[in-house]
């Protein structure tokens, strides 16, 4: 499934991503490595537009409508038994694919969060007023975050910190708030640099942290060497963090724990491989490889 949305992005870009996914053979990947697809095509199309109205917490109504809507539409898949991609869009969707997971009763679901950032902001704590690296923090309905996005889907908080364990975050990159939310909650977290250097055993590790419901892991792009693999939104990411190769590794781990019913992968810009095209090729390869182990 495909959520073209931008909205909570820094600026278009990112929901151009399932369509661009599409055209890059990812279906055809998918079932070429043995799985049975059936692509429940895109959600509505949204690009980023500035929110003057709302500038620290930009289109926060049509993120959560939106979101609203993915939740919706994963539920019914998820409980028939599909394993769940969805392809976004922002790193938000997560929270959508979360709600989807409660529903189903089968137990406390776990996220593994693969992503360069904590992404547990909140509009009081930065000025940049993008939602996208806010969305963990109204999972964890932290003060400070809009008030209709933390109760979208019903009781909050969404997400208890110990349903989480981050994989791949640059600490430096980190605002001062989110280091002393990281502290005080005593987040479980991996390093950008402690995955690259063993990418299965810092997921292994991450994974042994999550409750045994059924786990989800959302895969933000910009935790990438952007040098490697130019796919992100976000291009901090210059030779530091893993490898596509090694994020692929990691991933593999992941999709062998029998929890495992989603993947989200966020903040993919296609306009930023315009220079390498094929990235984007070698890209769903490894989404396919990582599915098939998971279908075992």
Known sequence: MGLPDSAASYAAGPDLAPAALRSAGLPGKLRAAGLEVHDDGDLPHQAWRPDRNHPLAQNADQVTASLRQLADRLGPLLARGDFALVLGGNCTIALGV?????????????????????????????????????????????????????????????????????????????????????????????????????????????????????????????????????????????NTGPTLGQAEEALTQAARDPRIRALSIGELNPTRCAGEPDVLARFAGSIARILAVAAG
């Open 98 to 238: 979360m709600a989807a997971l409660r529903r189903l009763g089968t137990g406390t679901p776990g996220l593994l969060y693969v992503d360069r950032g904590y992404d547990i902001n909140t509009p009081q704590s930065t000025t940049d007023g993008a939602l996208d690296w806010m969305g963990l923090a109204h999972a964890l309905a932290l003060p400070g975050c809009v008030g209709a996005l933390a109760d979208a889907f019903g009781p909050r908080p969404l997400l208890q910190a110990h349903q989480v364990a981050w994989l791949g975050v640059e600490l430096r990159l980190a605002t001062d708030w989110e280091r002393e939310q990281a502290a005080r909650l005593g987040l479980h977290v991996t390093t950008s640099q402690a995955l690259a250097a063993d990418p299965a055993g810092a997921a292994m590790v991450a994974l042994d942290y999550l409750p045994p419901g059924p786990l989800a892991v959302h895969f933000d792009v910009d935790v990438l060497d952007f040098t490697d693999a130019p796919l992100a939104e976000n291009t901090d990411g210059r």
